[in-house]
């Protein structure tokens, strides 16, 4: 221990290997129940093919985990992000049937969904409200607000601009797939290349300590949640886009749990700090892998849920921190004996006093 | 500490317990001895060992060595509940009944009397009364919890732990939320509970409350047992002094001042209601301005003040002349102020973050984020600081909680040192770490007031303080009651300072 040898960094490829194990063996049920799964046509300027499907339709849900991630980072959750969906697809689809264009309704829907992550940041930076009671008002509220925005009914439109952000492809490739690709990448770079995502991790970790060493945390905490509302105003107008319409009691409905799934899967902990935004779009693919399965193995749909959970249930199983020791034990040929668990022992210390 | 008064048996007697934590020996071959019907009081500064030795007692910890006997059989607690069983019951300064039940369930909590499968409520509620009533309490036990005071709150924590236990009953901080009455309405409590029988363990900070209660003492201090003592043979004076000072020799050393810098900050009248009485400090460049005073006496506070930590609600800070506004700690970074918590675990270390980001951390706090420091030179400045403090690692990657304690506080000296501060508040920068890195920390202190920069260090420490203090502020009940200049700054005169009583 006294020598300073200063070893590589843990590279991305280390943190995500789980994740990509598990999406491989996910991808490798879908073959193995439905063989042509990675035949990819190219038809009418568009690619098909259920791989490709996997990756469009697991869109809304890999754009929420996107800011669910970073969210999650700071030790807080973000349940509104499911009615948000349903609040900027009801903006978005008021604002063309009002003849506007669609950069207009594309821009109102942000607009929204930003504004409803600024609610809720405010609530939990400077109101200091729990962070899973602080969103669930507007989880709540949320569906209220996208009903009044639609007048209770479900609102349709043919905007065609507005519909290809859900429907329409650019050089053969589904937009959804295009937009959280390039989402995921520019949030990852964001965060990586600047600052930003050590401090989220500091203040997810310790913020009292993050605050004395004078990180802005308030400030941090209002962006993570404005990030995810714009998040989840993206996925709302895809979602709206797709089927040509704003459905305020369906869109999005318990995208949200996905969305946490997904960077639960991913390996982030809710208890926040170190975060890896592309291990948790590859566990957004594999919860849309798993529901692929299902679809293409033929079973009548009252077991989809059923089966899910169960599969969910294993990948959480092989994640958990007890079989994690235990792998560690098997393998344990390695030098370094455990550390006498120090991290474990203030925590008591603290609540015995 | 040979004890030829009491002629009973100890009812639990604790032998040679050590207890090691990584980095630090928290427990040094400990004895007490509690003999029934007296009040002992434990007494330490923090960090002196108090809870770790109560926690090896009531098994929420594993002793790493020794024996405890409890009437001269070995018992081996396992966890509280067992330390309960056997006759340990502990009473902490946050009560630990649960609110949303009546007093009466709270004292028969998990030994109901039960009729025909159900709880007898009457019958429940009736002896509840009747054990109250043995404390002097008439009150309703049928009322919620919540319905009665903190203190009265504790005194049925103490029932109930009497009750369960009955052999030794361990009292930790129990009077720091209470006020004057109250308190001695728990002293009567705990005088009827000694007269029972019971060995009563007290713990508290204040020292008035010692003498008033306690018959006899064990001082802790680093770990390890100072002395027994029989408090009716002692002073307040002679306690202060076995809790701090080792030898009160004064040492006086050759100090070597320098010049004396320009003045770097003027605090006038800073304070906080409730929390910190107004303070004045002048601290100039060069200059080691030492904070002293028992626990509670308000050096956390003063640091926390001038941090912007808690805003103060009066007075003002100037640097170099100008006035400033501190409101949090990033006003305070960003005038080149830095303070080292005295809690590091929980105001210091990110934990599961790097050494590496956690030494950057401040200084990439200040320049903000859109502004990060290139890998290249996080890597440099990190390098360096480990090398410069010495900072045992395994990797500039390994998550900082894996270091010692004495490490811990190393790479957090490394954070501040890397804003380059002009103002340096230590809090405690010695404590419970291991005695290497402890010289290494008071060596840099003063190598860094030779350099010009201005410090200003709590500790309970005296010799440390007398070390490398240019001047000495002492504390007392949140509230500067002296200050030693020059030859003044002895651990003998701080000492004085802080128990007289009055100081003029």
């Not at chain 1, 506007?100 to 400077?126: E, F, Q």
């Not at chain 2, 890397?418 to 103002?423: G, H, K, L, M, R």
């Amino acid at each position: 221990m006294t020598s300073q040898t200063i070893g590589p960094r843990p590279s991305v490829m280390r943190r995500i290997l789980p994740q990509l194990v598990i999406l491989a063996v996910a991808l490798a049920l879908n073959v193995a129940v439905f063989p042509e799964f990675f035949e990819i046509d190219f038809r009418n300027g568009r690619l098909f093919g259920n791989l490709i499907d996997v990756l469009n339709r697991g869109a809304p849900v890999a754009l929420l985990c996107i800011g669910m991630t970073l969210v999650i980072a700071t030790k807080g959750i973000d349940l509104s992000v499911g009615a948000v969906m349903a609040i900027a697809g009801a903006v978005a689809a008021s604002v063309v049937v009002d003849g506007h264009g669609w950069g207009t309704a594309l821009l109102a829907a942000l607009a929204a969904g930003g504004l409803c992550g600024l609610w809720n940041g405010l609530l939990v930076a400077v109101l200091r409200i729990q962070p899973i009671v602080a969103t669930l008002v507007l989880m709540v509220a949320g569906r209220g607000i996208a009903q009044l925005v639609t007048e209770g009914k479900i609102l349709t439109f043919d905007n065609p601009g507005l519909i290809h952000l859900g429907a329409g492809t650019v050089a053969g490739v589904p937009t959804p797939i295009l937009i959280w690709l390039a989402l995921g990448a520019l949030v990852t770079f964001v965060v990586r290349k600047t600052a930003l995502g050590m401090l989220i991790e500091a203040i997810g970790i310790n913020e009292r300590s993050s605050r004395l060493a004078g990180i802005n945390s308030r400030v941090l905490l209002v962006c993570v949640y404005l990030v995810s509302g714009l998040c989840a105003a993206l996925a709302g107008v895809i979602v709206a886009a797709d089927i040509k319409g704003a459905d305020a009691n369906n869109a999005g409905l318990w995208l949200e749990l996905d969305a946490i799934l997904a960077v639960v899967i991913g390996g982030n902990s809710l208890l926040g700090g170190r975060f890896s935004i592309i291990a948790s779009l590859i566990g957004a693919l594999i919860i849309q892998s798993v529901n692929s399965v299902i679809l293409l193995s033929g079973l009548p749909p009252e077991f989809n849920l059923v089966i899910k959970a169960l599969l969910i249930l294993g990948i959480l199983v092989i994640q958990s921190p007890r079989i994690g020791n235990y792998i560690y034990l098997l393998k344990a040929s390695g030098p370094q004996p455990e550390p006498d668990a120090p991290a474990s022992r203030p925590t008591k210390e603290e609540t015995a006093r | 500490m040979t004890d030829t008064h009491t002629p009973d048996a100890p009812v639990l007697h604790a032998r040679g317990i050590s207890k090691f934590f990584p980095g630090t020996i928290a427990l040094d071959d400990v004895e007490l001895r509690l003999m029934p019907g007296e009040v002992h009081a434990l007494l330490g500064e923090n960090g002196a060992g108090k809870s770790t030795l109560i926690k090896c007692l009531t098994g929420a910890y594993r002793r790493d060595a020794g024996t405890l006997l409890m009437d001269g059989q070995e018992i081996h607690p396992v966890s509280t509940a067992d330390s309960q069983r056997l006759g340990i019951g502990t009473v902490y300064q946050e009560v630990n009944l649960l609110p949303n039940l009546t007093v009466a369930e709270n004292l028969f909590l998990g030994r109901q009397p039960m009729r025909g499968g159900f709880i007898a409520r009457r019958r429940m509620n009736e002896e509840a009364r009747a054990v109250l009533a043995g404390y002097g309490l008439r009150i309703d036990p049928a009322e919620p919890l919540t319905a009665y005071s903190v203190a009265i709150q504790q005194v049925i924590a103490i029932a109930r732990a009497v009750e369960m236990s009955g052999k030794v009953l361990i009292l930790d901080e129990p009077t720091a939320s209470l006020d004057h009455d109250e308190v001695q309405l728990l002293f009567d409590v705990i005088r009827q509970v000694k007269a029972r029988g019971l060995a009563v363990v007290f713990i508290t900070h204040f020292l008035d409350q010692v003498f008033a209660i306690s018959d006899r003492a064990t001082v802790l201090r680093n770990g390890r047992v100072v002395g027994e003592c029989l408090l009716a043979e002692m002073t307040q004076r002679d306690v202060v002094t076995m809790m701090l000072g080792r030898q009160l020799e004064a040492r006086t050393k050759a100090r070597d001042v320098g010049p004396a810098g320009k003045t770097l900050v003027e605090i006038d009248d800073l304070g906080k209601r409730g929390m910190m009485a107004p303070f004045s400090l002048n601290i100039r460049e060069g200059e080691v301005v030492g904070l002293a005073g028992l626990l509670g006496s308000g050096r956390t506070e003063t640091a926390n003040l001038i941090f912007g930590v808690e805003p103060a609600d009066q007075g003002r800070i100037a640097l170099r002349g100008q006035d400033i506004s501190i409101k949090n700690p990033r006003d305070a970074v960003a005038h080149r102020f830095a303070l080292c918590p005295e809690d590091r675990k929980i105001d210091g270390i990110v934990g599961d973050l790097s050494v590496r980001d956690n030494i950057i951390l401040a200084l990439q706090a200040r320049q903000g984020w859109m502004r990060p420091i290139p890998r290249a030179k996080v890597e440099e400045i990190a390098r360096s600081y480990v090398r410069a403090l010495d900072i045992r690692l395994a990797s500039l990657d390994m998550p900082i909680r894996l270091l010692s304690g004495g490490n811990q506080q190393k790479a957090l000296l490394a954070r501040w040192l890397a804003t380059n501060p002009a103002f340096l508040i230590l809090d405690e920068p010695t404590r419970g770490i291991d005695v290497g890195a402890h010289a290494e920390i008071i060596t840099l202190i003063e190598q860094l007031r030779a350099d010009g920069m201005a410090l200003l260090v709590a500790s309970s420490e005296l010799e440390e303080l007398v070390a490398y203090s240019t001047r000495v502020v002492v504390l007392r009940d949140r509230q500067q009651v002296r200050e030693l200049t020059g030859d003044q700054i002895t651990p003998d005169n701080i000492i004085n300072a802080i128990a007289t009583e009055e100081v003029a």
